[in-house]
């Protein structure tokens, strides 16, 4: 739907009626059938590393917090991505704290090589925060494809309030669009819900996301984290009330998305999964296409806290979501790597 406006885009957003909301997912849905098909994709999630040189008002991660850090060793990357491969899934999400060091570069190189030879079939997706167009490149050669940077808000006076300088809107637009001009399908998202985010700002962001030609949407609602700067002043009003209002918000954000961008790939988040156990399949539901099981070890995934009481620490269980995905007319892909529909097209242009 090319013209959804700001304005009408808000007004949606602000929808609080269930019938219409129902409405509004259905149609994005039905949107996401026409366009890429009732198939969900698939990413295997590994949470390389904590250490983190940022410090972002909201992240349980940031420099800061004192948690215990870790960093995989090559090895275990390369053993969890077999575990995946036995699942079938053949994309792999590398997430981890940002680092721009020399040596962190190198190794990231090294284990896409490693990697791309143990099976050179694998899409590998980056998620290393901001990096030099030179990095961003070298990482592109040794394999990498597609890489999400969340631009968090696109609201200027709240992107400055919540990362204090640590991290500059325009150096992460210029991160997306160098990503663009070397070939990556390109990812990003916002963060929903955060203090003093309004309909018009979401509006925006989801404006933002045409603008930039996104190939993939990552975003989910913002959950406090106690233990940070901007999480603390939540802990007595983040109740059952704020949290459902923040989920309903998180999947109308979805399926204007939908809406509006029409063949890109849009993940239902492990953080909406966190706010509510049906999480996953509500995002489907709502106009998603792409879920993403966590692959990292139990011992690890403890230490990668993001926000309060992040899912996914239990087994993952495909067979279940399968079911659930069933009863929705979905299945899972097991058959191409799922790239993104809108990508798929411009390279045929
Ligand atoms: N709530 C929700 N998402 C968060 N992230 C970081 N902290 C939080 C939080 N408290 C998200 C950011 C980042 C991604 C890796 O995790 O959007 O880009």
Known sequence: MEKLSKPDLARLLSIEDENEMEWLFDQAQKLKWQKSGNKVHLRALIELSNLCTQNCLYCGIRRDSDIERFTLEKEDVLNYFKAALKYNITSLVIQSGERRDKSFVA????????????????RITLSLGEQTKETYKRWYDAGARRYLLRIETTNRHLFDVIHQGCSLYEEKVKCLYSLKEIG???????????????????ANDLLFYKTIDADMIGMGPYIPHFGTPLGKSFINSFDTQA????????????????????????ASTTALNTLDPEGFIKGIKAGANVVMPNFTELKYKKSYQL?????????????????????????????????????TKKQCL
């Open 107 to 122: 190794f990231i190189e090294d284990l896409l090589c490693s990697l791309m030879s143990l099976k050179n079939e694998v």
């Open 184 to 202: 990556y399908q390109v990812g990003t998202g916002v963060m929903i819900g955060l203090p003093g985010q309004t309909a018009e700002d979401l």
């Open 243 to 266: 949290k459902t209002k923040l989920v309903n918000l998180s999947l109308k954000m979805i399926a204007c998305c939908r809406l509006l961008l029409e063949d890109v790939n849009i």
């Open 307 to 343: 926000y309060e009481g992040k899912s996914g620490l239990t087994e993952f269980t495909l067979p279940e979501l399968e079911k659930k995905l069933a009863l929705l007319g979905e299945t899972i892909n097991y058959s191409d790597f799922g790239d993104s529909t809108h990508f």
